[in-house]
C-alpha cells in the first residue's frame, strides 16, 4: 500500500492544510544526465529542484516517482542495492517524464495515474476526484454500522443496499463492496470522466457485478435519482463541500487540476448536501442511514438545518477525524427519540 504523507494524501481537505495561493512560477526541467545516474541522485536532484521551485512535498513526491519507476510502492521498500544501481536509459527519461508532470503541480495521484484506498489500488486521472484519507474513517464508519446487521436491522430491504453519491474514482462503493461481500452498491457523480474511471476500477477489482454506475447530477436530475432502484440500507457521501471563497485560495495541485465540481459546495458549502438530504428520506429504507464528509463548520449548520426544514430525518451524531476535527455526519430516517437531543456542540 502506498504510505501516504498529509499533503500528498491531502489531509486537512476544505481547510487551511490545502490552502494558498494556485499561482505557479515558470520554471525549467532539469536536463538529462549526461553521465549514468543511481536512483538515488535522481531522486535527490528532482527533491532539491522540487524545494527550489516550491513543489509540495518535494521529499515525498520524488520517492513515490522513483519507486513507481522501480516498480515498488515506496521507496522504503526497495532494497539498498537497487536504489544504488545506475538506472537503465528508458528508466531515467520515465522518471524525468514523470517528475516533471510533478513539476507543473500535477499531485503525485494522476503522476503515477495509481492510489491505494484503504486495501485497493485505484487508477486515477485527472480532473476525477482523489481520494483524501479522511473518506477511509468514512469508510470505516459506515462498515461498523452495516457489518453488525441484517436486512431486517437496518429497513425493509433482506438485501444490504448501499447509494453513493459523488462516486469520483470509485473509491467509497467499491471499498464497501471489498468488505462486505453481501453488499451490492449503487454509484452516481454528475461527471462522465468519474463513471467512466468508476467502472474501470470496478473491472479491475471484478465487482462490476454488485455495482451499478449511473451518470446522473444528483441537483438537476432528481427524479433519475429516485428512479434507480428500490430503498436503500445506506446513503454515503463525499459531496463538494468547500464554501465558494475558499476556492480561490486552493494549491494549485488542487485548483489546477481537480474537477471543481467536485469540490465547491456553494456560498455556504451545503448546496449538494441539503439536497442529498431533501431526497434522502425517499431513497432510504425504514431506518436507513446517511453518512457524510463534510467541512468541520459543517456539522451545527446542518443540524439547524434539518431542525428548521425536514422531519423526516433525524441527526443521529458527529463523528470526528482522525485530527479531532467534526468531519463526519450520520443522519438517519424517521423522528428522533423524545430523548434524543441534538448534537448543537
Known amino acids: 500500500m502506498w504510505t501516504r504523507s498529509p499533503s500528498l494524501g491531502f489531509r486537512s481537505f476544505g481547510i487551511k492544510g490545502i490552502l494558498g495561493s494556485h499561482a505557479v512560477r515558470r520554471c525549467s526541467t532539469p536536463a538529462l544526465p549526461t553521465g549514468r545516474i543511481t536512483a538515488l541522485q535522481a531522486a ?5 529542484h522540487f524545494e527550489e521551485l516550491g513543489v509540495m512535498e518535494p521529499e515525498h513526491s520524488s520517492n513515490y516517482i522513483i519507486a513507481f519507476v522501480l516498480g515498488a510502492k515506496t521507496i522504503e521498500s526497495l ?5 544504488t544501481e545506475f538506472l537503465s536509459q528508458e528508466k531515467t527519461e520515465q522518471m524525468w517524464k514523470l517528475c516533471t508532470r510533478r513539476l507543473s503541480r500535477m499531485p503525485v495521484q494522476y503522476v503515477i495515474e ?17 481520494p483524501r484519507p479522511e473518506t477511509e474513517e468514512l469508510v470505516e464508519l459506515v ?4 457489518e453488525g446487521k441484517s436486512g431486517k436491522d437496518v429497513g425493509d ?5 448501499c447509494l453513493e453519491v459523488g462516486c469520483g474514482s470509485g473509491a467509497i462503493s467499491l471499498s464497501l463492496l471489498k468488505s462486505l461481500p453481501q453488499l451490492k452498491a449503487i454509484a452516481v457523480d ?23 454506475v449511473y451518470h446522473i447530477d444528483v441537483m438537476k ?6 428512479s434507480l432502484c428500490n430503498p436503500v440500507s445506506a446513503l454515503v457521501s463525499n459531496p463538494p463541500y468547500l464554501f465558494s471563497e475558499d476556492m480561490m485560495t486552493l494549491h ?17 458549502g451545503l448546496k449538494v448536501i441539503k439536497q442529498i438530504l431533501t431526497l434522502a428520506p425517499q431513497i432510504l429504507s425504514n431506518h436507513g442511514r446517511v453518512y457524510l464528509e463534510v467541512d468541520p463548520r459543517h456539522p451545527l449548520l446542518i443540524q439547524q438545518w434539518l431542525k428548521a426544514n425536514m422531519v423526516e430525518m433525524h441527526y443521529v451524531k458527529t463523528q470526528q477525524d482522525i485530527s479531532g476535527r467534526p468531519r463526519f455526519c450520520i443522519l438517519q430516517k424517521g423522528k428522533s427519540n423524545k430523548d434524543h437531543k441534538p448534537d448543537l456542540d
Open 79 to 83: 532494497e539498498r542495492g537497487k536504489l
Open 114 to 130: 495509481e492510489w491505494d484506498f484503504r486495501d485497493l489500488t485505484l487508477k486515477m486521472r485527472p480532473p476525477v476526484f482523489i
Open 157 to 161: 430491504d433482506a438485501q444490504l443496499t
Open 221 to 226: 436530475d432528481a427524479e433519475a435519482m429516485l
Open 44 to 48: 535527490d536532484l528532482w527533491r532539491r
Open 190 to 212: 454528475q461527471s462522465q470522466d468519474a463513471i467512466a474511471l468508476t467502472r474501470q476500477n470496478a473491472i479491475r477489482l471484478g465487482l462490476q457485478g454488485r455495482l451499478q
Open 252 to 268: 494549485p495541485e488542487i485548483y489546477r487540476f481537480e474537477d471543481h465540481a467536485a469540490l465547491d459546495g456553494g456560498e455556504d
Open 143 to 146: 462498515l461498523t454500522d452495516l
